[in-house]
Each structure stands twice: as structure tokens, then as C-alpha cells.
RNA sequence: GCCGAGAUAGCUCAGCUGGUAGAGCACGCGACUGAAAAUUGCGGUGUCCCCAGUUCGAUCCUGGGUCUCGGCA
């Protein structure tokens, strides 16, 4: 058996929130035999549906889709965890003949797939992070940067002084394992064969889709899925409810916005958030194959996703 | 109609009795290896309402206009 044989085939769909990837790629999973293994940070949380425009019942029950609702919104979910759960639902996809598309908007999560990363094993410390927290706050930011600096100078290059997350992740890496956190983290050769299809539409378009999604969330209940949240007594500082729409509508009922104050700062924290997830796929990155969303018929991307499977 | 206040970036506004401008937000670009819809770095934005005058020089001073917002009729 040949190296490439013995790859798995990964087709992967990307593009920013509200572009329409759930629709196109479970048309295309459809026509293609395939499975979806969703790549969201916030999908994996259950009862948080409207806010996340999850893939709605009808829509899940055409295709197969994974790694949607496998958490309850009180724990937190990561990279790693990702990783790891979307390998394994891979690999399971593969062996039963199917093929897998890795489908979503978190480009980090995605990257650790496709690109192989090994992220230092540290699992998260809680309390060691809150207590560096507290000491950015009461000795300075600059304090800890100091200490990254002294310990391991190359991750001190690589990060922000003023970004205290990533400051605080690289201490408690180091903390934990004695080691650089540096020296940890890894890139191998990717373990897939890849095909990696970009989705956009003209920035204008997107914004005004992202507008008009805002409203419908509303209309379909978005306060009232919150409030249930907060009924079931859910912390505010979880992942879960720094979402897009989840924190604004908490905002709401505890009356300190309007509801025309949450959705403004939810068109513009999503405007921000379509930004800033084209950072992680370029649309001159010579690896993606790009289509804009409307002008171009599902054929031809199922063309192209055949030829790439030998179908 | 009268009396006040104002007109500066896409928006809200700042601008030391004159040397052609600035902050937040928005917007654009970047970083990201167990919180990532998180966190964070960088960057443009302009007939300073119009016309005249004073001045070597007006966003700023003077006169006139236009418009906006208050108050009184």
C-alpha cells in the first residue's frame, strides 16, 4: 500500500460565522457520502443553540455531524480536547468507508488538525491561573512578562507582554512541567490527506447576513434560551457565556443594555469576529481552494472534491 | 420672531487668547500550540460648515451667511 493510500482524506470547509458553510457542506456530505465533524469552539456546548446558529435538528438528521453537543455549557472545553475527540471521529468516519469533512469556524482548532500540532500536556490549573491573574493585576502585567522573559526568553519573544492569557498559559506550562513552554510546543507532518475548500462572500454581503441573523435570533428566542441558562445557575465567567449574543443578552436581563443596545454590540463584536477569523485562512493562502457563496454552483465544488477523492 | 449654545474623522467629541489637528468607538491589517465567539499588537481616516476680512500665517480672532439644538414667544 502506497503512502498516500494509506492516508486518511480529509475534506475541509472554512470560511467566517454566517457565510453559509453549514448548508453547503451538508449538501455536499450528502452527495458525497460524507460525515461532519464540526470544528467550533461553541457547537460543542449543549442547549446553547439559537445564540451559536447550531445545525438544527432537520439539518442533522440529513447528515451525521459530530463533536455538536458533547459538553454541558458548564465545562470548559479546549484545544486539546478538541483534538483529540476530532481524531478519533475521523478515523472512525474513515474506517466505516464514509468520508469525513471537518466543518467550521475556529481556525485554531482546525490548524491543530490539519497541521499536526502537539500542544505542551499541561492540563489547564485553574487555580495556579487565578492566582496569576491576581498578580497581573496587583503587581502589573509586567511583572509576569518579566518572569516569562527569565525563564523562557523565546516564548516571551513570541507573545504580547500586554497579552496577559498567553502570558499566564506559557507560566502555568512551565510551572507544571518544569520545562520551556517553547520546547513543548510541536508541529508534525500533518497525519491527512487534505483538501481544504474556503467559503466567502464580499464583506458587505457577510455583514449584512450577519444583521439579519442577529434579528432572527431574537425572533427565535435567543433571551429566553439565556435566561435558561442562567436559571440553571450556570457562572458567568465560563467559555460558554463570553459567546457572541450569550453575554449581551445576560446584559439584557440583568437590565443593563436595551435590547437595541445588545444587538448593536452584537453586530459589531461579530463584524470584529468575521476579522479576525480571516486571519487564519488568507484568501492568497495558495493551499485553499476559494469560492464565493452565490456565485458558485455546489457541482463545482463537488466536482473537485471528487477528483481529489477519485471518485 | 427673539435670546442662548453649537457646526472638527463614518459616529460621539477634545483641541492650551493664532504655526493646517487628536481620543474613544467604528473601519482595516497582524499574532495565536489545553480559555480562541477568548486574549492581544499595529495602522489610515479629515475642503476643521461657507464667504469675506485682519495677519507672514487662521480650526482658533472679526464681520456676514447657512444649518442644527435648547429656551422664550
Known amino acids: 500500500m502506497s503512502k498516500v493510500e494509506s492516508q486518511t482524506s480529509l475534506v475541509i ?4 460565522t454566517a457565510v453559509g458553510k453549514t448548508e453547503i457542506s451538508i449538501q455536499l456530505a450528502e452527495r458525497l457520502d460524507g460525515e461532519i465533524v464540526s470544528a ?7 442547549g ?7 445545525p438544527t435538528p432537520e439539518q442533522r438528521s440529513r447528515i451525521h455531524h459530530h463533536l455538536i453537543d458533547v459538553a454541558d455549557p458548564r465545562e470548559t472545553w479546549s484545544l486539546s480536547l478538541f483534538q ?7 478515523a472512525d468516519i474513515h474506517a466505516r468507508g464514509r468520508t469525513p469533512f471537518l466543518v467550521g469556524g475556529t481556525g485554531q482548532y482546525i490548524h491543530a488538525v490539519t497541521r499536526g500540532w502537539t500542544p505542551p500536556a499541561a ?21 509576569l512578562y518579566e518572569e516569562l522573559q527569565q525563564f523562557d526568553p523565546a516564548s ?3 507573545i504580547d507582554p500586554r497579552n496577559v492569557r498567553r502570558t499566564i498559559r506559557a507560566l502555568e506550562v512551565i510551572r507544571l512541567t518544569g520545562r520551556k513552554f517553547s520546547d513543548q510546543r510541536g508541529q508534525a507532518e500533518g497525519p491527512y490527506r ?13 455583514y449584512a447576513r450577519v444583521d439579519a441573523r442577529i434579528e432572527s435570533m431574537f425572533a427565535a428566542g435567543l433571551r429566553e434560551e439565556v435566561q435558561g441558562l442562567l436559571n440553571s445557575g450556570i457562572s458567568l465567567d465560563l467559555p460558554a457565556m463570553t459567546s457572541i449574543g450569550y453575554r449581551e443578552c445576560v446584559g439584557v436581563l440583568q437590565g443593563r443594555l436595551t435590547v437595541e443596545e445588545a444587538k448593536m454590540q452584537m453586530r ?8 479576525r477569523q480571516a486571519n487564519w485562512f488568507k484568501l492568497d493562502d495558495p493551499s485553499i481552494h476559494w469560492f464565493e457563496v452565490g456565485r458558485v454552483q455546489i457541482e463545482e465544488i463537488e466536482s473537485l472534491i471528487r477528483s481529489f477523492l477519485n471518485l
Open 13 to 16: 470547509v472554512v470560511g467566517p
Open 40 to 46: 467550533d469552539s461553541r457547537l460543542f456546548y449543549r
Open 48 to 54: 446553547m443553540d439559537i445564540g451559536t446558529a447550531k
Open 84 to 90: 483529540r475527540a476530532a481524531s478519533e471521529a475521523i
Open 123 to 143: 492540563a489547564p490549573d485553574m487555580s495556579l491561573r487565578a492566582d496569576l491573574e491576581s498578580r497581573a493585576k496587583y503587581e502589573g502585567y509586567q511583572r
Open 156 to 158: 516571551a519573544k513570541r
Open 194 to 206: 487534505l483538501l481544504t475548500i474556503g467559503l466567502t462572500r464580499p464583506r458587505p454581503e457577510l
Open 268 to 275: 459589531r463584536a461579530t463584524r470584529v469576529f468575521v476579522r
